[in-house]
């Protein structure tokens, strides 16, 4: 069941504390996306790989945020320190190639107090 | 301007009967366009992708593009209560080619 894996599902923190969520593109997949969705901007897109390059994080905030690929089958996005602004769903999704689709993960549905 | 840019809605249209739904986009490099339907609490689910002029179908989903007038749609035929969700239209545009979203029209089919 070929199908793009994120952890954890749920993240309850305090304001301050340093929040990671992992993500496991569907295996061959060389394409990695990390989008934010929240009600009032719908789905940004955070940061974009690419046979783990980075090609695109100009939608990240850089002082807090950071999206790596230390692995072909592992992506991590990393907000340090979190503030009750950053609450939202956060997708992975994971393509092959370029120009073509992207199938997405269940989500990691953050909330900062 | 928006990179792509859709109706916000919401439409509802009854049982049975077409919706069809709208989107542009900015960049006239773009290449591929997709629709994904996301019901609430769920993840995106990729469910047509276009990639040159005219339509495409896939049973009750037929996209359409037209790359001169930067406009692609959906029609989703028979609309069924099932299909009530939002429909977002995602482009690949930018240097990098990076799948960029619309806001995502809200879709509701009356029984």
């Known amino acids: 069941d070929a199908r793009v894996t994120q952890t954890p599902r749920h993240k309850v923190t305090e304001m301050g504390q340093e929040v990671t969520m992992r993500c496991q593109p569907i295996?061959?997949?060389?394409?990695v996306f990390w989008y934010r969705q929240t009600m009032m901007q719908g789905l940004e897109l955070l940061a974009y790989?690419?046979?783990?390059?980075?090609?695109?994080d100009s939608g990240m905030p850089k002082d807090r945020f950071s999206a790596e690929m230390p692995d072909a089958t592992l992506a991590t996005l990393k907000i340090q320190p979190s503030e009750p602004r950053d609450s939202a769903v956060y997708f992975c999704?994971?393509?092959?190639?370029?120009?073509?689709?992207?199938?997405f993960g269940q989500g990691t549905r953050l909330t900062v107090v | 301007q928006k990179e792509v840019e859709q109706n916000s809605g919401p439409l509802s249209v009854p049982e049975g009967a077409i919706a069809s739904l709208n989107c542009t986009y900015s960049?006239?490099?773009?290449?591929?366009f997709f629709w994904y339907r996301q019901y609430s609490g769920k993840s995106p689910e990729l469910i047509m992708s276009?990639?040159?002029?005219g339509d495409k179908e896939d049973g009750r989903f037929t996209a359409q593009l037209n790359k001169a007038s930067q406009y692609v749609s959906l029609l989703i035929r028979d609309s069924q209560p099932s299909d009530s969700a939002t429909y977002l239209c995602?482009?690949?545009?930018?240097?990098?080619?990076?799948?960029?979203f619309g806001s995502g029209t809200q879709l509701t089919v009356l029984p």
């Open positions: 999704a994971s393509g092959f190639g370029r120009d073509t689709e992207a199938f």
């Open positions: 295996l061959g997949h060389n394409t």
């Open positions: 790989f690419r046979n783990r390059a980075p090609l695109d």
């Open positions: 960049d006239r490099g773009s290449q591929s």
């Open positions: 276009i990639y040159s002029n």
């Open positions: 995602a482009v690949t545009s930018g240097s990098a080619r990076q799948l960029t």
